[in-house]
């Protein structure tokens, strides 16, 4: 089930198939959870959020190898790295870290766009909070705004 969890229990692998089964894609993915739950303040850490957020941006625009150089990031990293941060905000008991969910929901959207596979999926659920007269509902609007200038332009080249 894709719902909130608490940062101090990481996930165990990519939430997403295609990533689990690629070992390096699947080291980004555990390390995006840390940044996002860190982000959040769903776990304890010493970076502040921008930090965090920086370097969860970085990843989905461009992303190490083994040489040190760094290649586009594959669409199914960048998928994932949606999927977790809808997982986080999805049922979040804690207000605050789901504004700060919200916020980074926006600032991903306006860096890098979802495949356009998953384009249809993370629009919906942006749709259904969109109907909410709060303050994710403005996240949720501002989000499918994002959406369609970044699915048009692409990603950015820096975070």
């Not at 996002?36 to 303040?41: A, V």
């Not at 207000?95 to 919906?124: D, H, M, N, Q, V």
Request: positive net charge.
């Amino acid at each position: 089930m894709l719902s909130w969890q608490t940062g101090a229990k990481l996930i165990p692998e990519a939430l997403t198939t295609r990533v689990s089964r690629d070992e390096e894609l699947n080291k980004l993915a555990i390390q995006a959870f840390k940044n996002i739950t860190g982000f959040m303040g769903d776990r304890e850490t010493s970076k502040d959020m921008k930090r965090h957020a920086d370097k969860l941006l970085s990843h989905g625009i461009k992303m190490p190898d083994r040489s040190g150089n760094f290649s586009d990031t594959p669409e199914e990293l960048r998928d994932e790295i949606y999927c977790q941060i809808c997982k986080q905000v999805t049922r979040n008991p804690n207000p605050e870290s789901a504004i700060k969910g919200w916020r980074l929901l926006a600032l991903t959207t306006g860096t890098f766009p979802p495949s356009e596979e998953f384009a249809c999926y993370y629009s919906a659920f942006l749709y259904r909070h969109a109907q909410a007269r709060s303050e994710i509902g403005d996240y949720a609007e501002f989000c499918l705004r994002l959406l369609d200038y970044s699915v048009i332009r692409g990603p950015r080249r820096f975070p």
